[in-house]
């Protein structure tokens, strides 16, 4: 039986590190969880994507794994999450438009019970620290 602790989500830091060097690789394959794919993870990876390796890489991903969306909810709490964050920390707007995928992609695996792997520290312990993404599994590699 699958229960939402067993999923798991990696953040597009995890996979940009993967595809750049083979960083991570053997953590990635030794993972237990069921492995599910943001739709923001996605969109990030396939706006960076270049090389054929990593085109086809991205098609695999989305063939071979359940994509998880954020619901209207998460989009709503985002946008009160950011505005926190902006008046708390006085962030620019183009910080914020940057944090605006990071918080969604935190959002969606909260609102699913996944755990979130990154290795963006910084921004999911930020995210983490607020109310609306209260209860975020955030493991950091």
């Known amino acids: 039986m699958v229960t939402l602790s067993s999923l798991v989500i990696l953040d597009t830091s995890i996979?940009?590190?993967y595809l750049r060097n083979a960083?991570?690789?053997d953590r990635i394959d030794?993972?237990?969880g069921l492995m599910r794919t943001s739709s923001v993870v996605l969109a990030e990876l396939w706006r960076g994507a270049s090389q054929p390796s990593?085109?086809?890489y991205l098609r695999a991903l989305e063939k071979n794994h359940p994509i998880l969306v954020p619901t209207k909810q998460n989009w709503m709490n985002s946008g009160e999450l950011l505005r926190q964050v902006r008046k708390d920390r006085g962030f620019a707007p183009e910080k914020l438009r940057n944090l605006?995928?990071?918080v969604l992609i935190a959002l969606t695996a909260r609102s699913h019970g996944?755990?979130?792997v990154t290795s963006d520290r910084a921004d999911f312990e930020l995210i983490a620290s607020y109310r609306a993404a209260r209860g975020l599994n955030l493991e950091i590699w």
């Open 23 to 25: 960083r991570h690789e």
């Open 15 to 17: 996979f940009v590190d």
């Open 54 to 56: 990593e085109l086809a």
């Open 30 to 32: 030794s993972l237990t």
């Open 114 to 116: 996944a755990r979130l």
């Open 100 to 102: 605006h995928f990071d």
